[in-house]
């Protein structure tokens, strides 16, 4: 009895060649999935990706736009590949953002008279603390008593959401707007400046900077080593006598400051005010990003502008009418076919009704029915 | 109304939800196969049942359209997962952000449009005349009733029928379970999809019986609340229910503290179930690893691969 004539074989070892198709063959499948779900709504797939295109890199305009929203995908990206390295899923890169914003905002407000620079530089270390700080409630139940860190950063996504929520409309509300989601505005010294008189902020150089310092931190340092033994195998990492859980406790304080930073850069050069959508789902959207760029942290400022671009293009659809979610599809979808390619990538594929061939590495997808 | 009984009135109605999706988690989970895209089921289900039923005036076609939704995500997640042994966590969290936007696509054009109650409370006979409790539980909408009864079939169906002993094998020891004759594969899609069936269904109830509107992530996190349940339960089907109503009546007070005219930031009361959830969950799991185990199902996250059987 078998439903579908697919066999399955493992293969021995992935071509380098193939390994390199496998992004183009996931982006190109995400894209013709999504065209058939634009079809069905009524939209001509080709107009949408091409009006896509146009907001995001088509023009200065879009294209700066584009790299400003970077910047935070990409740290939100960096926050959650950190972590992976040590087998960690930091879900929590979106109330992280917005506690690093939060503290960045404490300082702007407590210290308005400093100068620009000064300022500036506080607020960072803030916002560096703050997302640390969050991340380690979570952090330290999984290092002593194992508790799933999955549930508990996400949960403070909630949690640090309603906090935010409640500073906006409670000590930190705008006077001269009562009831509306934002607090008064940072001091106008505490503004990130932009790039050599362009529109660019300084926000994506500063994200990638980040990227370049966490990358060295993992690949040539000491302690990135002992991270990558004990996310690759913890039992030779105890062997070693690798403390693992002060290793969990260190490498999730740094992946919150990251995200911290996010928040940072998203206060100082685009929203100006504390804002309970400061986060905007970066966070989330960052989970999607680090498995994209896979095992490369340097991948990870391609595929932050990538996803940037698509996220710009899906809110030039909205003006049209259409709705901005198409591009959260498209970033599922691809993300999806990236995970089913990988999976695949590792099996022969042979086409046969026949189930003749029982000899030991063959698999059958309806393997079960017997 | 007086606050108790309106307090555990809520309690049951906001607990429905968690308890349906919470349960199609639990199946799921037993036979092995984590599925973290809970939330985006739900959304996808909300969504697709609040369109069907306001489109068509039919709830039941609505339900059946959320749980055939939720399914079909489901489907994909052990396609991946069981058939071709990807990593069920990526799986699971790229679904649950897919479902998000895929429910934000469905939705769109019927976002804060009302529609009206179509399902009206059935009292049941008898029971409804006690003093006080009755009309709290025995005056509910009939998805209400069907949320308790699945809870205590499946409890039965877990411990004392074949299935039950498939499902839990295939959990805890799926080489050995397929070695004896279990279709591990069968039950594991099977269990995966129940789950996706569950969730479409919590997330219709929420849309098309509680709120009645759709609007982007109607949910609000209610989709992990019932992982996390899951854990609180220890894998148990029958203690889903105090956590289920706990939740649920954490939830409400945010109802109900406005209508009594208590001024607490909605903020704080808001955030509330979640910090009580997190808090409760730490207490609990380190109570249940202090006396050893958990009730986790032993192969949980891990795929079954027939070719590298010992």
Redesign the interface.
Known sequence: MKLLPIYLQ?RAAISSRRAALLPIFAIATGFIVGAV?LWF?GVSPLDAYLEMFNASFGSAQGLTATFIRAAPLILTGLAVAIALRMQL?N?GAEGQLLLGSAGATFVFFTWPNLPGPILLVAAAVAALIAGALWALIAAI?RAT????E???T???N??AL??V??LV??PWQDPGAIGFAYSKPIPPQGAMGTIWGTDLTSGVVLSIVCVAITWWGIERTRWGFSVKILGGNPRAGAYLRLNAKRRIISIMAISGAIAGMAGFIQLTAVTGRLQPDIAAGYG??G??VA?LAGRSLLMIPVVGIFFSALIQGGYSLQAQGL?S?????L???I??FI??G???AT?RFRWSWTSSNSS????N?????? | MDFLSFALTSAIVLGTPLILAALGELVSERSGVINLSVEGMMLVGAATGFVVTFSTGNIALGFAAAALSGGALALVHAFLCVGLKANQIISGLTLALLGAGLASFIGRDFAGLPIPSYISPLSIPLLSDIPFLGPIFFERDIIVYAAFAAVIITAIVLKRTRIGQWLKASGEAPAAADAAGVPVFIVRYTAVVFGGLMAGIAGAYFSTVFVRLWSDNLTAGRGWIAIALVIFASWRPLLLVPGALLFGFLDSLNFQFQTMGITVSTDILGMSPFVITLVALTIVWWRQQRHGGAGVPRALGLPYERESRI
């Not at chain 1, 008593?145 to 799933?148: A, E, S, T, V």
């Not at chain 1, 030991?360 to 698999?363: A, C, E, K, L, R």
């Open positions: 493992r779900v709504s899923w879900i139940p008593i194992d508790l799933n999955i549930i508990t996400l949960f403070l909630y949690i309603r906090l929520s409640f409309y409670g989330y959207t989970i999607l498995f709705s979610s198409i591009s959260t599809v970033q599922g979808l993300v999806l995970l089913l990988g999976v695949a099996y030991s590495g063959m698999v997808l309806n393997s079960g029915a017997r």
